[in-house]
Each structure stands twice: as C-alpha cells, then as structure tokens.
C-alpha cells in the first residue's frame, strides 16, 4: 500500500464527491484519482521517475500540486516543493542539493527558468501551465503516458517529500518526510479537528510549507473531503470563499488573522460555518485568537515544524481550549517531552527544550548526516524550542532557544516582552532581539511597527512593559520600523533582524 490508495479508495466510495474546487473548477475523486494515475504513468514513461526519484515543483497553489504529490507516492519518488519567495540562487542550491530528475512549474515563474535549467543539465523541464522552451506541456506529458505508473516495492516506508526549511546559520536543510509520516500526521489532524468526508476544508496558506499542505488538506483528502484551494492569500478573497462556500475548516497564521480580521469585510462576513480555525507556526499573541472567538468560532492551537509533518501537539475540537496561549497536549500517535542539554526529561513547570517522538517524525535530513545526528536522539526530534508541561501535561511554547537572550546571567525569552508590547493599543507588530552588550552580554532590543495613526514613543512602550515586566526584560532600545523581515507563513525571521541590527554595544546601568 502508498499513500496514494487512500486517493484510491475515495474514488471508490464517493466517486463524484468534489475533491478540490480551484478557480470556479471542481475535480471530483473519481477525476482527482484518474489524473494521479495518469501522471505516475507519465513520470516514469517519459521522464523516467523510479523510486527514490526527486520531482521538484514551482508552483502557487493548484490541483496538479497535489496530483504530483500522490504521483510521486504511487512510484517511490520524492516530490521537492520550492518556496516561490526564495532568491533564485537558493532554488539553485536546492534543486542541485536533490538532484532533481524532474523540475515542474507554472508560466508565472518562467522568467527565472533560464537560470534553473542551467543547474539542471540532465533534468526534464515540464510546464504546468505552458510549454517551455526545453521542456513538455504538462498536458502534452499526460497524453503520451504509457505503462502501468507503478514501481516494485513501493510502500509506506517510502520517502514522500523533501521539505527545506529556512537556514537560520548556513545552507538550507531538506527533511525527508517518508508516506507513512503523512498517513499518521492525517490520524492526527482528523483526531484534533474532528474531521470527516463530511467537512469542506478551505486551504489558502501555501503547499511548499509543510502548513499549507498537511495541518489540513491532505488530512482531509485522505478522510474523502472537499478541499477548496487558493493560489494565495488575500484577505479579501478569502472571507469572500468563507461567505459564499460556507467551508467547516481553515488554517491561518498569526499575520494572516490580523490581516482577515482588520479587512473592513470582516464584521459582516457570516463566519457561521466555520467549525473551528486552526493556527500556529509561531507564538499567537491571544488578543489575535479573541477575533475569532468573539465572533463564536474556536481557535485550535496546532504546535511542530517541517520535521513533525508538522502535527505533533495540538488542542482539540471539544477539547478543553480555556487554556490560552497552551498549545496542547501530545497528539493522537506522537510522544512529546520537555528534555535538558543533555536529553534528560525534566519535571513539570521546569523549561527546558521541546522533544517529539513518533511516526510523524522526519526520517533524515537529505545528504547531511551530521545535521541529523544532532537533531534525533534514540528517535526524540530534539526541536529547539524552549518549552514547559504543566502538571495537567499541557505544553506552552516560550521561545526558540536561538532566540534565547541571557542578560547578566537571567534569561529572556523574545516571545514573553513581545506579549506585552502587542498590549498596547498603539503597536501593530514587534519582535524583540538580544543585542551584544559589554557589561551584560546581552540586552533585549525591540523592533516595533507602530498601528495607522498611532506615535507612541519609546518611553511610553518601556513604560508599559515595566507594568508587568521585571526590569532586566524592558527593552534597552526600541527601533520603529515599518516593515519586519518574514517566511512565507508570516513567521518573523528573528535572525536576519540580529544580522541588520547595527552592534550599538555601550556600558551602562540596567535599566
């Protein structure tokens, strides 16, 4: 068995049930399952995909993104999804990093494609959308299909994707996430939204993070779901689908949720059908999860990374969601530890960094043996985020231990001063960052974008934090800046602000 027979079987069952609806299009499961078949045939007749194989993409959102995906699982291969944000020299590196048998992307970035072939000798160009110059149509691909699409002894064990995740101090890791990561990462997020082939999924964050593709629209294709897909974000598009589609479920992150949530459509938007909305891939400040939940639909608290596919802790539909800022407790097949420097799990209510172990877990990380040893230990993914469990085996997530500060010998975590500055009314976002000092060695630096309108100074937001803060944690300087450096999922890149923050180190007493 692959991942692709649950494809498979949904077409069996439901075969017009509506899989994807994309652009005014629907594809139902007996379509969606003809065209996977079809491109596995394709892959491995024209273009010669056999197991092991990497088939790279370079797409926004579409069907045929997920249609490759279950290709490359019926034949063994790794489907390779490339961040479209990325500069190009990092697609370079990526795509020469896999060896890619394969590239596919869509006429939107053909202009960069040039550059792409060139580090790509050997490999087979095809077009999603058009038909490039060295390449195939990809429709013209599927017409000359031969063969059966399937490659011996191709199972769940199989690698599925190669997921890069963002280098905060060198080159770009790829997780390999085998098919069977994927198969239980489903039981997982069917078990926190309970989700059923009766719900209607509504995907508008990206498919080249794990997010985007498998908090809820893999999980949802596997359970016989209808998954609508947008090519992107846009507030307004989105609360638009949600009025007129009516979808159960939707996964949004923090940027995103103030985006929808300030759109002026928003207080008139019926959220009615809305089950429940899932967040996470970073801290939610709670003022962002109120929004939601004043208009009477929960907010789920989803917690992992591209390593954990990425479910691994997570509050529950049902569940007990009086906990704010929790994101949860263990999920459904996943094991979770709050362990020390040296591994050892420490008692409840002590921090320390955050361990995940289960069938959800990355296999390796692509041709970097080193890099893997260091992160899994006896199974354990050892995250770096620092965390703690509650007495109740509740998980609260503090910070990433790179972004630790540790001033005259206390210990500040970014995420707890951001709380507080995101209380005042006149800051729209910050981060906070640890600044090299001679006396202290570090102390914390805030970057502040201030609300529409708004001049609050730098005093006043010292100020607010002393209210609730100890001294040691107030902000030594406060920078008012327009924009912050972000991922694609909104996530603010805390290590590109230390590499711009200027090193204006001086003596002085604490604040």
């Known amino acids: 068995m692959d991942l692709s027979d649950l494809i498979e079987r949904n077409a069996a069952f439901t075969p017009d049930k509506p899989a994807t609806i994309f652009e005014g299009e629907t594809l139902n499961y007996a379509a969606f399952n003809s065209r996977i078949a079809q491109t596995a045939r394709a892959l491995k007749s024209e273009c010669g995909v056999g197991r092991g194989d990497r088939v790279a993409i370079l797409s926004l959102n579409r069907p045929d993104y997920l249609v490759l995906l279950y290709a490359c699982a019926r034949l063994g291969a790794m489907l390779v999804p490339l961040n479209w944000r990325l500069a190009v020299a990092e697609q370079v590196f990526i795509l020469s990093d896999a060896s890619v048998k394969v590239l596919v992307l869509e006429q939107a970035f053909a202009d960069v494609l040039p550059v792409l072939e060139n580090s790509l000798p050997d490999a087979s160009i095809v077009g999603l959308d058009f038909e490039p110059s060295r390449g195939t149509a990809f429709d013209t691909l599927l017409a000359q299909a ?56 509504l995907t508008v964050l990206p498919f080249f993070h794990v997010g985007g593709l498998n908090i809820q629209t893999t999980p949802a294709l596997h359970q016989g779901a209808t998954v609508t897909i947008h090519s992107r974000f846009t507030p307004d598009t989105t609360l638009a689908t949600i ?68 479910v691994a802790i997570y509050t529950r539909l049902g569940g007990d969601l009086a906990r704010v800022g929790s994101t949860g407790l263990p999920g459904l097949c996943c094991e979770a530890a709050i362990t020390d ?59 990433r231990k790179k972004n630790l500060i540790i001033s005259g010998g206390e210990n500040i975590y970014p995420a707890e001063v951001e709380r507080v500055l995101l209380e005042h009314p006149d800051v729209s976002e910050c981060a906070v960052i640890g600044r090299p000092d001679p006396r202290w060695d570090e102390v914390p630096v805030a970057y502040v974008i201030r609300r529409t309108g708004c001049s609050v100074e730098a005093e006043d937001l010292r100020a607010h934090v002393l209210t609730q803060l100890a001294r040691f944690k107030v902000p030594r300087d406060i920078v008012f800046v327009d924009d912050l450096p972000r991922t694609a999922l909104g996530k603010v890149q805390h290590f590109m602000l230390r590499r711009l923050d200027a090193p204006e180190s001086s003596q002085g007493e604490a604040i």
Not at 277 to 283: E, L, Q
């Open 341 to 399: 420097d040296a591994g050892n799990e420490l008692p409840p209510g002590t921090p320390g960094e955050i361990a995940v172990r289960g069938p959800n877990v990355f296999y390796e990380y692509w041709g970097n043996e080193e890099a893997t040893r260091e992160a899994l230990h006896d199974g354990w993914y050892r995250t770096g985020d620092i965390g703690l469990r509650d007495a109740d085996s509740y998980f609260w997530v503090h910070d």
């Open 146 to 201: 031969r063969g059966d699409g399937r490659n011996p002894h191709t199972d769940l064990t199989c690698p599925l994707l190669i997921v890069y995740t963002s280098g905060t101090t060198g080159r770009p890791k790829g997780a390999v996430l085998r098919q069977e990561a994927l198969l239980w990462n489903g039981v997982m997020s069917q078990h926190m939204h309970g989700l059923t082939s009766d719900d209607h999924v």
């Open 243 to 310: 009025a007129r589609d009516r979808p159960t479920l939707t996964v949004l992150v923090p940027a995103t949720i103030q985006a929808v949530s300030d759109h002026p459509a928003w207080a008139t938007t019926d959220l009615s059908s809305l089950k429940a909305v899932s967040t996470g891939s970073t801290i939610v400040p709670p003022h962002l999860v109120d929004r939601f939940v004043a208009r009477g639909v929960p907010v789920l608290q989803v917690y992992g990374s591209t390593e954990t596919c990425p």
